[in-house]
């Protein structure tokens, strides 16, 4: 069973920065689809970000397109959600999600498979 690994939440002043984990231990993610999401308090799971496995192609939602950026580090078996000036609407539960497939990533979360727990973000003064 594939399990996702999250970590880097905490807690930011507006206009910081953090950069967030995702890691699958005892597996290799170099063939599958990731996928960012998060959670507000009292909203719904938001698509925020997605890599594919083929060529490392990207997707981002409109509220972060600019200040967050994707990656994988194959060798490191992790990928990456790199995010700057981090906004208050910014703040949630960040979730990676991982489908194995080669061709494309989804901002759908019922596309993916494989869910990690969670890491908390909090942007606030």
């Known amino acids: 069973q594939l399990l996702l690994v999250e970590s880097g939440g905490g807690l930011v002043q507006p206009g910081g920065s953090l950069r967030l984990s995702c890691a699958a231990p005892?597996?290799?993610?170099?063939?599958?689809?990731i996928g960012w999401f998060r959670q507000a308090p009292g909203k719904g799971r938001e698509a925020v970000s997605c890599?594919?496995?083929?060529?490392?192609?990207?997707k981002y939602a409109d509220s972060v397109k600019g200040r967050f950026t994707i990656s994988r580090d194959n060798a490191k078996n992790t990928v990456y959600l790199q995010m700057n000036n981090l906004k208050p609407e910014d703040t949630g539960v960040y979730y990676c999600?991982?489908?194995?497939?080669?061709?494309?990533?989804?901002?759908?979360?019922?596309?993916?498979?494989?869910w990690g727990q969670g890491t908390q973000v909090t942007v606030s003064t």
């Open positions: 999600a991982a489908r194995h497939t080669s061709f494309s990533c989804s901002d759908s979360s019922t596309w993916y498979d494989h």
């Open positions: 890599i594919k496995s083929r060529d490392s192609s990207t």
């Open positions: 005892g597996f290799t993610l170099d063939s599958h689809a």
